[in-house]
């Protein structure tokens, strides 16, 4: 892409190829290590769900049994296999037998090896061809719908009752919303579990469950086919149940995921180790699947200046991107995040923001990119938020946004209603409408404010990575770079889920996904 803002190319690849020097580096970690969330979702994936009497989900009850037993190292598809061999049993009646108290897998005589993965293989292969058809179904529907070419409407629902967040989503859907977002209850991310079935007490969102996601897919495929949209679902895969969420999504065919490589570290304190981990496994579903990964590099900025710290949110971008390709997940499946957070008091913002926001667009081509609104200075003042979430929605059309968070002019005030849903996508579409190709008609001042400014977060960002590259990630995290919050490697929640693998270790689904079935 030729560069409206002059961008120094080499810098671009210099910290592009540092970015995956850290990753290559993080990958030797990731590989011989596993965790009881990447062993719950084999679990999963394998058809094993429910919970037993007193609600405890059953794919955590199996993966305790075989960690209780010191197993966990070489994985659960192992004795799950193994179980299978000895008793003729599918995964779920032998998970019931666990959870009832009937069977302690790591005490059943261990088969030959061979016997088993051929056992699992054939398991793990009907997923994974489930999975597929139902990348297939998504991608029928647009085809027989066809997909926008501009920027794709995203708004979100949070009311904590999954019926009424059905309601919510329908409407939104006829108002001309293109991604519904399902926010999760608050401090989900923090449960080393996942709920079960459909939700009605949620707070500040909706509990994320497999049920859930069954009934918002059924809604939205049917007032899609009412419009003659596809309507696309966003929700988080992140937290202490990463990769559970993701091979959640994929069964019931989500299309967007909250997906950071390291969001929960930052921002929810789980630990390094185990976020690094599971978020390995759970791109590897997502990419799969076909999902949209979002990645959250708007956080950053509303707990940094995000005049001064806008390089934090570059380096990021380049790291996610590189753990995101190891993952097998390609570049249009890239929601990079970022946002529209400067002062409005700040002089010549909108420069800052409209330049921010052009580089973005030019380093990473293919991806569809996730926008952020303004929240950090909306102040209530709904006149003053609706012009501020113009301005923002200005930056998007002019350069080339995919994935646009809508703002909220009661941003401040309450969770939107859905008037006031109407009124942001009316001012999206209006603005969309009327300056859809101003972008391709300017060219921005040689040497000017923009020029300057992205030169100045170019260089620190790849300055930045550098670092990184010579000190290791976790190093850096330790130090407190990223947003300025320290995270210490033996610190935070989860860490007592991390196992390192035996050279016998197995999990199929990363052959079967990474290299294998696509």
């Not at 579903?285 to 900025?301: H, Q, R, S």
């Not at 753990?323 to 997940?329: D, E, H, Q, V």
């Amino acid at each position: 892409m030729e560069s409206k803002l002059n961008l120094n190319w080499s810098v671009v690849d210099k910290a592009r190829q540092s970015a995956k020097n850290i990753a290559l580096d993080i990958q030797e970690f990731i590989d011989v290590h596993t965790t009881v969330t990447v062993e719950r979702t084999v679990c999963r994936l394998l058809g094993v769900d429910g919970i037993n009497e007193v609600g405890v989900p059953i794919p955590n009850i199996v993966v305790d049994n075989i960690k209780n037993g010191n197993g966990l190292a070489l994985g659960a598809s192992m004795f799950i296999g193994n179980a299978m061999v000895e008793t003729g049993l599918l995964p779920q009646d032998i998970a019931i037998s666990v959870s009832k108290g009937d069977m302690d897998l790591t005490k059943i005589p261990m088969h030959e090896e061979f016997e088993i993965k051929n056992a699992i293989d054939k398991v793990a292969k009907a997923m994974t061809s489930r999975i597929k058809e139902n990348r297939g179904i998504r991608e029928s529907y647009l085809k027989q719908f066809g997909d926008k070419s501009g920027p794709y409407l995203y708004v979100i629902v949070a009311t904590g009752n999954i019926y009424e967040d059905i309601v919510q989503a329908k409407a939104a859907a006829k108002q001309g919303a293109d991604i519904i977002a399902v926010i999760r209850s608050t401090g989900q991310s923090l449960l080393d579990y996942v709920p079960y079935g459909a939700t009605t007490e949620g707070f500040g969102g909706t509990f994320a469950t497999q049920e859930n996601f069954k009934l918002m897919r059924t809604a939205l495929d049917e007032v899609g086919e009412e419009l003659g949209r596809y309507i696309r679902i966003c929700n988080y895969c992140s937290g202490l149940c990463m990769p559970e969420i993701a091979a959640m999504g994929a069964i019931e065919r989500l299309d967007v995921m909250l997906n950071d490589a390291l969001y929960g570290i930052l921002f929810r304190d789980i630990n390094m180790q185990r976020t690094i981990v599971d978020q390995y496994f759970s791109r590897i579903i997502n990419g799969f699947a076909g999902v949209i990964i979002n990645t959250g590099e708007d956080n950053y900025l509303t707990t940094s200046d995000a005049v001064e710290e806008a390089h934090t949110v570059l380096a990021s971008q380049f790291i996610n991107e590189q753990f995101a390709l190891i993952a097998g997940i390609p570049e249009e499946q890239m929601g990079l995040g970022h946002a529209f957070e400067i002062s409005p008091d700040f002089e010549n913002g909108f420069l800052y923001e409209l330049a921010q926001a052009q580089m973005a667009r030019e380093i990473f081509p293919k991806a569809p990119l996730k926008y952020m609104p303004p929240t950090k200075f909306m102040t209530g003042n709904i006149f003053k938020g609706q012009v501020q979430d113009a301005l923002f929605n200005m930056v998007t059309i002019m350069t080339g946004q995919k994935i646009h968070l809508l703002g909220m002019l009661t941003e401040a005030i309450h969770t939107p209603f859905m008037s006031d849903r109407a009124l942001a996508i009316d001012n999206a579409q209006y603005i969309f409408n009327t300056m859809k190709d101003l972008g391709s008609e300017i060219t921005f001042k040689k040497g000017g404010i923009m020029e300057t400014r992205v030169d100045e977060v170019l260089n620190k960002a790849a300055n930045l990575i550098g670092e990184i590259e010579k000190e290791g990630l976790f190093s850096t995290i330790e130090q407190g770079k990223f947003a300025g919050i320290r995270r210490p490697l033996t610190g935070g929640k989860g860490l007592a889920g991390v196992v390192e693998k035996e050279k016998s270790y197995f999990n199929p689904f990363v052959g079967l996904m990474l290299r294998g079935e696509r």
